[in-house]
Nanobody, 124 residues
Framework: QVQLVESGGGLVQAGGSLRLSCAAS????????MGWFRQAPGKEREFVAA????????SYADSVKGRFTISRDNAKNTVYLEMNILKPEDTAVYYC?????????????????WGQGTQVTVSS
């Protein structure tokens, strides 16, 4: 069974950093685009960052550009989200997602496999 498991969330002060990990199992995701989304209480799930398969680049939401970095280690079947200069408005549950195709997308419907989410809380 295909599965994504996120880890690395927690409580951090504003200005701090966290690194989220998303470990994939069940099949190899090296050729698949991977994305990070987040959902704050009372808000819709929103795009954070995506990375294409096979070196097809990265994209970021404007709200995190310059602060967050998405990367992948295909040997470990793992995707990371390095988050720096965190702000209280970054507080949310963060979800990892995998697509069937290699092209990145900001649309959550494009992704067919989702993790259970990891909570990130940034205190002011």
């Amino acid at each position: 069974q295909v599965q994504l498991v996120e880890s690395g969330g927690g409580l951090v002060q504003a200005g701090g950093s966290l690194r989220l990990s998303c470990a994939a199992s069940g099949r190899t995701f090296s050729s698949s685009a991977m994305g990070w989304f987040r959902q704050a209480p009372g808000k819709e799930r929103e795009f954070v960052a995506a990375i294409g398969g096979s070196g097809l680049g990265t994209s970021y939401a404007d709200s995190v550009k310059g602060r967050f970095t998405i990367s992948r280690d295909n040997a470990k079947n793992t995707v990371y989200l390095e988050m720096n200069i965190l702000k209280p408005e970054d507080t949310a549950v963060y979800y990892c997602a995998a697509a069937r195709g290699p092209f990145q997308s900001r649309t959550h419907d494009y992704y067919g496999v989702w993790g259970q989410g990891t909570q990130v809380t940034v205190s002011s």
